[in-house]
């Protein structure tokens, strides 16, 4: 699972770094960056969601000062950070919501792959 979780990740900031060039020829680099920094935002609030469900779950010891630490950076830092960026400029949501979607395509479609490889 970790491994899908770190493809997801790393697939999704590559293409977001590949699609942000498309978008700066296109559009303009405000929206580039915008996108990218979407993308960003939902690669790292998928990679603390594993973080707080790995030492929430965990057999082991729990330690609660980590899950402390990893829920005040996940709530009020990362969520305030992207209401922000959001307030910040009207025009540039649609370009930070496609940006946030790239992660959930890229889930979907190496979450098919990896089903696939596993029944072969």
């Given at each position: 699972?970790?491994?899908?979780?770190?493809?997801?990740?790393?697939?999704?900031?590559?293409?977001?770094?590949?699609?942000?060039?498309?978008?700066?020829?296109?559009?303009?680099?405000?929206?580039?960056?915008?996108?990218?920094?979407?993308?960003?935002?939902?690669?790292?609030?998928?990679?603390?969601?594993?973080?707080?469900?790995?030492?929430l779950?965990?057999?082991?010891?729990?330690?609660?000062?980590?899950?402390s630490?990893?829920?005040?950076?996940?709530?009020?830092l990362?969520?305030?950070?992207?209401?922000?960026?959001?307030?910040?400029?009207?025009?540039?949501?649609?370009?930070?919501?496609?940006?946030?979607?790239?992660?959930?395509?890229?889930?979907?479609?190496?979450?098919?792959?990896?089903?696939?490889?596993?029944r072969?």
């Amino acid at each position: 699972m970790n491994k899908l979780i770190y493809s997801v990740i790393g697939t999704t900031l590559i293409l977001a770094l590949l699609a942000s060039f498309f978008i700066v020829y296109v559009f303009d680099f405000s929206y580039s960056l915008v996108f990218f920094a979407g993308a960003l935002w939902g690669s790292v609030n998928l990679f603390l969601i594993k973080c707080l469900v790995e030492n929430l779950l965990s057999n082991l010891s729990k330690n609660y000062i980590k899950v402390s630490l990893l829920l005040v950076l996940k709530f009020p830092l990362l969520y305030g950070a992207g209401y922000f960026l959001l307030k910040s400029e009207e025009q540039a949501v649609i370009a930070f919501m496609a940006g946030l979607t790239l992660l959930l395509l890229t889930t979907v479609l190496l979450g098919i792959s990896y089903s696939l490889q596993e029944r072969t």
